[in-house]
């Protein structure tokens, strides 16, 4: 069974950097899509920043150009480094990870921005 453990969260100043963690167990961490999504208080959870098993990655534009997602298949981890937060990145974080039928999620690390 896999599972997702993210680490990294806390609080920080607008302006200031957060990079989380995700961490796979099992073996199929290096042939899944995984992606990072976020669910403020008081709404849905959306998508922040995918990257697939070749590399590829795509980031939500409220995000471009101060997000960036990447992965070590070695250590089975994945990484969100965040830049230049804003109070509204406020928001649960969570690892997803997807292959074929396989839907797993992380169990959420809060990431607060005080303005």
């Known amino acids: 069974q896999v599972q997702l453990v993210e680490s990294g969260g806390g609080l920080v100043q607008a302006g200031g950097s957060l990079k989380l963690s995700c961490v796979a167990s099992g073996s199929i961490f290096r042939i899944a899509h995984m992606g990072w999504y976020r669910q403020p208080p008081g709404k849905q959870r959306e998508l922040v920043a995918a990257?697939?098993?070749?590399?590829?990655?795509n980031y939500a534009d409220s995000v471009k150009g101060r997000f960036a997602i990447s992965r070590d298949n070695a250590k089975n981890t994945l990484y969100l480094q965040m830049n230049s937060l804003k109070p509204e990145d406020t928001a649960v974080y969570y690892c997803?990870?997807?292959?074929?039928?396989?839907?797993?999620w992380g169990q959420g690390t809060q990431v607060t921005v005080s303005s």
């Open positions: 997803h990870l997807n292959r074929g039928a396989i839907d797993i």
């Open positions: 990257i697939t098993s070749g590399g590829s990655t």
